[in-house]
């Protein structure tokens, strides 16, 4: 058959312009599609031979060879595979009817700028064509496996190729680059440097199943020096760990993983295998650190694991496979079905992504839930180094909200040193009590010497101590464990019934009474700053607290949003005084019994103070609440 010339589509010919014109992040990527073109025709023949689809055919020696030739300036990435016949040649080649590039290029035109079209093309590449960025020419031997006649297909991406048979064809496909001139400004790199091509195959096509051979550069005319030609060298190593059987594999080489992937020169925590079979499938190979990251809660930090799609390496940190809360998990994820042929936008919403993602949380949060009772130390290695983020997931994804709190533990006054679980929490629980108690605040001890704690404290009632910045708004996302209501000590009222010590109804009515004339005095007093003063059941030491009410945010979670730039409005405070306090008491007679309030009014504005003071807090007014003190203390001496 002669020659023939024929014309691109037009999508088709739209696409080669985009390869050849578009700015990339990295045109390396070619290499990596036309392996990954090389190694799916390595599969198909392996296949065919096993169904007998194809006689007389030698699968012995299945590979990938790469051809540099300096001096032509040419590089050829060489298969035995299937091959394709001539028809096939022109379906795939000429038309690629079915490759999506319709698609691919009406989300190109609707991207807004040329960041967000590079973002289209970025990572995934779109094989076979994507060797028009690197060459100026193209040309495609190839011969199906079990016939007599090869195709040959030739371009220079300007719109029109050619395709005529060749008698003379090897089985399998070769596609031959005429590389254009190394350009470092237009980061277009030296294709024929044989330490490129290495470290090129190295990071995109490391686990190809099949041998991928650099074949030695041809000796300088003239050489006569004797010695066999030197063998070619294979530059992938072919260790997909994950896709080995567990009992063939060392920790060691787990290890070594790890570190290759994460740039962590420690031992992973614990590794994590997954394998699913079916419709979908896919295999991944996770590792929990054993230290968290110095830039692990800053905007900028690198989460989410690495992508592969039949060994063949995508991305290196896909953000979609893993929620925020899980972005200290580094690992591989190789899945067998997702197109190459795909925009990040397409990624992030595929559903094949979405089910590796339910599946990978749900084992992460099983597997660290159970080491809390197969491996404690290391349980409480991971929670010392990761548990306020993962207590992130708490707010953020409700559909595991229960497996986070079954994986998670919380610092309590039960034990100084263990921290326990909600439902060891609620196992404790006093008859009678009906609330999990928890304070948030800066720190243990800080928590533990607030005035809110001492009713709680003297009544051995158990509180969750919760100093993590996160914990103030997921108590709040939670609400409820088995029924139990989750409550602040310093939110709203507290009723510790069932005590032996507590008051009758006609002690608080008289109290009540007793109290009811400086308790009013004190709130128009304190207006601007208090919303009510009270009498108080949670204190048995201090004179006075401030607590907010049961529906308020906290100071802490109002300062945390004013953080992030959200304005919200501030809400006052209840002040509530301890009766059996001899300040209070004093308080309360002075009040009675003095018609001049000049004292008494710097004497609430003090115990306003003391209060804010005690939990941590800062007066309205710290230079006139420091006079006052000084005063106070000159008239004692």
């Not at 295998?273 to 419709?279: H, Y």
């Not at 009678?432 to 800080?446: C, K, L, N, P």
């Given at each position: 058959m002669p020659t023939e010339t024929f014309e691109f589509q037009v999508e088709a010919r739209q696409l080669l312009?985009?390869?050849?014109?578009?700015?990339?992040?990295?045109?390396?990527?070619?290499?990596?599609?036309?392996?990954?073109?090389?190694?799916d025709a390595l599969d198909k023949l392996r296949l065919a031979a096993l169904r007998d689809d194809v006689a007389d055919v030698d699968v012995t020696d299945l590979h990938i060879e790469l051809d540099v030739d300096k001096e032509a300036r040419t590089l050829t990435v060489r298969d035995n595979g299937i091959g394709m016949s001539y028809e096939e040649v022109t379906h795939l080649i000429g038309t690629i009817a079915?490759?999506?590039?319709?698609?691919?290029?009406?989300?190109?035109?609707?991207?807004e700028d040329a960041a967000g079209a590079d973002g289209l093309i970025g990572q995934f590449g779109v094989g076979f064509y994507s060797g028009f960025?690197?060459?100026?020419?193209?040309?495609?031997?190839?011969?199906?496996?079990?016939?007599?006649?090869?195709?040959?297909?030739?371009?220079?991406?300007?719109?029109?190729?050619?395709?005529?048979?060749?008698?003379?064809?090897?089985?399998?496909t070769s596609v031959t680059l005429h590389l254009k001139p190394a350009d470092s400004?237009?980061?277009?790199?030296?294709?024929?440097?044989?330490?490129?091509?290495?470290?090129?195959?190295?990071?995109?096509?490391?686990?190809?199943?099949?041998?991928?051979?650099?074949?030695?550069?041809?000796?300088?005319?003239?050489?006569?020096?004797?010695?066999?030609?030197?063998?070619?060298e294979t530059l992938n190593s072919m260790k997909a760990l994950w896709a080995r059987p567990r009992d063939e594999v060392s920790e060691d080489e787990y290890h070594e993983l790890y570190k290759h992937i994460s740039h962590d020169w420690r031992e992973p925590l614990e590794t994590?295998?997954?394998?699913?079979?079916?419709?979908?499938?896919?295999?991944?190979?996770l590792f929990v650190p054993?230290?968290?990251?110095?830039?692990?809660?800053?905007?900028?930090?690198?989460?989410?694991?690495?992508?592969?799609?039949?060994?063949?390496?995508?991305?290196?940190?896909?953000?979609?496979?893993?929620?925020?809360?899980l972005r200290f998990v580094k690992g591989v994820v190789d899945a067998q079905d997702?197109?190459?042929?795909?925009?990040?936008?397409?990624?992030?919403?595929?559903?094949?992504?979405?089910?590796?993602?339910?599946?990978?949380?749900?084992?992460?949060?099983?597997?660290?839930?159970?080491?809390?009772?197969?491996?404690?130390?290391?349980?409480?290695?991971f929670w010392r180094e990761f548990g306020a983020v993962l207590k992130e997931g708490l707010v953020t994804d409700s559909e595991n909200r229960d497996a986070i709190?079954?994986?998670?533990?919380?610092?309590?006054?039960?034990?100084?040193?263990?921290?326990?679980?909600?439902?060891?929490?609620?196992?404790?629980?006093?008859?009678?009590?009906?609330?999990?108690?928890?304070?948030?605040?800066?720190?243990?001890?800080?928590?533990?010497?607030?005035?809110?704690?001492e009713a709680f404290r003297a009544k051995g009632v158990e509180v969750l101590l919760l100093t993590d910045a996160v914990d103030e708004v997921w108590v709040d996302a939670v609400a409820e464990f088995e029924g139990k209501q989750l409550r602040s000590v310093a939110k709203g009222e507290v009723d510790l019934g069932g005590a032996e010590d507590e008051k009758s109804d006609a002690e608080k009515n008289q109290q009540s009474e007793e109290y009811a004339g400086l308790l009013g005095w004190m709130s128009e007093h304190l207006g601007e700053d208090v919303k009510e003063v009270r009498l108080s059941s949670r204190l048995t030491v201090s004179p006075a607290c401030v607590v907010s009410d049961a529906n308020e945010l906290t100071p802490a979670l109002e300062n945390m949003y004013r953080a992030m730039g959200q304005e919200v409005p501030h809400a006052k405070r209840i002040l509530e005084l301890n009766p059996e306090h001899q300040l209070v008491k004093s308080l309360n007679r002075a009040y009675t019994e003095q018609e001049d309030r000049t004292e008494l009014t710097e004497t609430a504005d003090l115990l306003h103070a003391l209060a804010v003071l005690a939990e941590g807090g800062r007066p309205k007014e710290p230079a006139r609440f420091v006079k006052l003190v000084a005063d106070r203390l000159e008239r004692t001496l």
């Open positions: 312009q985009l390869m050849i014109h578009s700015v990339y992040s990295n045109k390396d990527v070619f290499l990596r599609e036309l392996v990954s073109n090389a190694s079915n490759s999506g590039t319709a698609k691919f290029l009406q989300e190109l035109r609707e991207a960025m690197v060459a100026d020419e193209v040309t495609l031997v190839t011969r199906r496996a079990g016939e007599t006649q090869g195709t040959r297909w030739t371009s220079r991406g300007e719109g029109t190729y050619t395709l005529e048979t060749v008698d003379e064809a090897p089985q399998g400004e237009n980061q277009l790199h030296d294709y024929t440097s044989t330490w490129k091509i290495k470290e090129i195959v190295k990071r995109y096509s490391d686990f190809i199943t099949w041998p991928i051979r650099l074949l030695p550069e041809p000796a300088e005319d003239g050489a006569e020096d004797g010695a066999e030609a030197r063998e070619a994590i295998r997954l394998q699913a079979e079916g419709t979908f499938e896919y295999q991944a190979l054993s230290h968290a990251p110095h830039d692990l809660f800053t905007q900028g930090y690198q989460r989410g694991v690495q992508l592969y799609v039949k060994r063949v390496f995508i991305m290196d940190d896909c953000e979609e496979l893993l929620p925020p809360y997702l197109s190459l042929n795909v925009s990040r936008e397409i990624l992030q919403q595929d559903r094949h992504i979405r089910m590796i993602q339910r599946r990978l949380t749900k084992k992460v949060l099983a597997t660290v839930k159970d080491l809390r009772s197969s491996a404690p130390d290391r349980y409480a290695t709190l079954a994986a998670s533990s919380f610092a309590t006054t039960h034990d100084a040193e263990e921290p326990t679980t909600l439902q060891g929490y609620v196992e404790r629980m006093k008859d009678g009590q009906s609330d999990i108690y928890f304070m948030t605040g800066e720190s243990r001890q800080a928590i533990e010497d607030s005035p809110h704690m």
